[in-house]
């Protein structure tokens, strides 16, 4: 802490639609500064996106390491360079171990697709839509060794129509969520957003169970 402006690295393993939202919110008022980009794939488009906004950019291959371990201690490595104060989870699809989550403790945020503790792992937007939800959304939490199951910050609901797809569905989603996280690390890199003694806390209120809901 102490910083300005608040250093936030963001991993990626896709196409880093996320990471966009958070570079084009971090050109206007927003108090953060992405210092760095990592992905654990080569071919993530995220990473042309963090060289064309003009991001320092590490790769950390998940495929260049048998061990778990050994993976982590590059990606460690990789992000002690940044000096980061907040750890953006946008799309990177490894499980990260409890001794990684701790070296970071509290630390490391993650975006969802799912109004957790509903719909915890993958192909969310199908498994809604197959359980004929009238409601999905997203989820902004930390990031414990429990996967998706870490403590709720912020979620947005969002509706499912009557004809919706998988793909219609994760639109709209993907909407939520670009509107979310920036405001999510802005509450961070302002002092807004607390997590001590296990409770969350904006502005000093206590979140929630469900974390601040809209
Ligand atoms: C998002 O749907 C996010 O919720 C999930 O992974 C996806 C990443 O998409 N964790 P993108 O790479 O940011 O476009």
Same mark, same amino acid.
């Given at each position: ?29 927003? $108090? ?10 080569? +071919? @993530? ?5 963090? =060289? &064309? ?13 048998? @061990? ?5 201690? @590059? #990606?460690?490595?990789?992000? *002690? ?19 990684? !989550? ?7 945020? *993650? ?10 792992? #993958? ?21 414990? +060794? ?12 969002? $509706? !499912? #129509? +009557?004809?919706?797809?998988? +793909?219609?569905?994760?639109?709209? !989603? ?7 996280? $920036? ?5 961070? @890199?302002?002092?807004? &957003? ?10 000093? =209120? ?9």
């Amino acid at each position: 802490m102490g910083k300005n402006p608040y250093r936030v690295v963001v991993l990626i393993g896709g196409n880093g639609t996320n990471l966009q939202a958070l570079i084009d919110h971090q050109s206007s008022s927003f $108090p953060y500064h992405i210092v760095g980009v990592i992905s654990h794939k080569m +071919d @993530a488009y995220g990473l042309e996106r963090a =060289k &064309l906004a003009g991001i320092p950019t590490s790769l950390v291959a998940h495929s260049d390491f048998e @061990a778990r371990e050994d993976f982590e201690s @590059a #990606l460690i490595n990789a992000l *002690n360079q940044y000096e980061p104060q907040l750890i953006v989870l946008a799309g990177f699809m490894r499980v990260l171990s409890a001794n990684f !989550v701790r070296h970071y403790q509290n630390k490391i945020i *993650n975006i969802h697709p799912s109004l957790l503790p509903k719909y915890k792992g #993958l192909n969310t937007h199908q498994r809604v839509i197959d359980a004929k939800e009238i409601e999905h959304g997203v989820s902004v939490h930390f990031v414990t +060794d429990d996967l998706d199951g870490g403590p709720i910050i912020a979620q947005v609901k969002v $509706p !499912v #129509l +009557d004809n919706d797809t998988a +793909d219609t569905l994760r639109e709209r !989603v993907h909407r939520a969520e670009h509107r979310l996280y $920036p405001q999510v690390v802005d509450w961070f @890199a302002s002092g807004r &957003l607390k997590y001590e003694e296990n409770i969350v806390t904006l502005e000093g =209120k206590p979140v929630g169970a469900r974390g601040i809901v809209s």
